[in-house]
């Protein structure tokens, strides 16, 4: 049976060349560490997850392996397609610049596993750089959303013009008016990333709640 499986080329001395598999492991473990860097210092979305950002190591230390196994032996690149086509994944990805990094894990260990070490290398570190330059170098004017609950006209107007002397620049987004109270939505640029005149709103008279929200994920009540 041996002699057979050995005919068909099955089996490959390469695929238990110990000191090959271990080099690519680490080139891949090492490129994968700075995806999850770079990912790390430029997440600017709701909640981080440090799940994903183990995600994104194994990603490329598992496609290495994948892709060093199939360039190796062909037999066994038919299997792996096989296998892999019956998998199906559900994973929601919450922010878009997530599927990203995801195609960038999984492209850097199909370049190690192939054996393009430095195109990998080159085209992460090039990938790196212009991600932590663009995310990162958004501009700091993030927009706020501020909901107040009033309970009178007066209170809406003292309220509106209080956000106006606090803030950069104001406009109201939406407006909802009950038999008990009045609600409003405010879009605000405030200024020098100060949130203390939120505490002012609730010193106003008919004002009951008052709440803001940034985009970025930052929340104050």
């Not at 891949?28 to 979305?45: E, P």
């Not at 062909?74 to 878009?96: C, D, N, Q, W």
């Not at 104001?170 to 909802?176: D, H, P, Q, R, S």
Request: with cysteine.
């Amino acid at each position: 049976m041996l002699e057979r499986i050995m005919d068909l080329n099955l089996v490959d001395e390469r695929l238990f060349n110990i000191r090959d598999i271990l080099s690519i492991i680490f080139i891949a473990l090492v490129l994968g560490l700075f995806i999850f860097l770079v990912y790390t210092k430029t997440f600017k979305g709701v909640m981080y997850s440090s799940s994903f950002g183990i995600t994104l190591i194994m990603m490329s230390l598992i496609t290495t392996l994948i892709i060093h196994s199939v360039t190796i032996n062909f037999l066994l690149s038919l299997g792996m397609v096989g296998a892999l086509s019956i998998v199906r994944f559900r994973t929601v990805i919450k922010e878009p610049l997530d599927l990203a990094y995801l195609f960038w894990a999984i492209t850097t260990g199909i370049l190690v596993g192939a054996g393009f070490i430095t195109m990998s290398v080159i085209g992460s570190v090039t990938i790196g750089v212009i991600l932590v330059v663009f995310v990162r170098g958004r501009p700091k004017d993030t927009p706020y959303i501020v909901v107040i609950n009033c309970e009178s006209e007066d209170a809406e107007r003292e309220s509106a013009a209080l956000i106006e002397s606090q803030t950069k620049r104001y406009v109201i987004k939406a407006k909802t008016v009950t038999k008990d109270h009045i609600e409003l939505t405010f879009e605000v640029r405030i200024k020098e990333s100060s949130a203390e005149f939120v505490n002012e709103l609730l010193r106003v008279e008919g004002v009951s709640n008052a709440t803001l929200v940034s985009y970025s994920g930052d929340y104050y009540m």
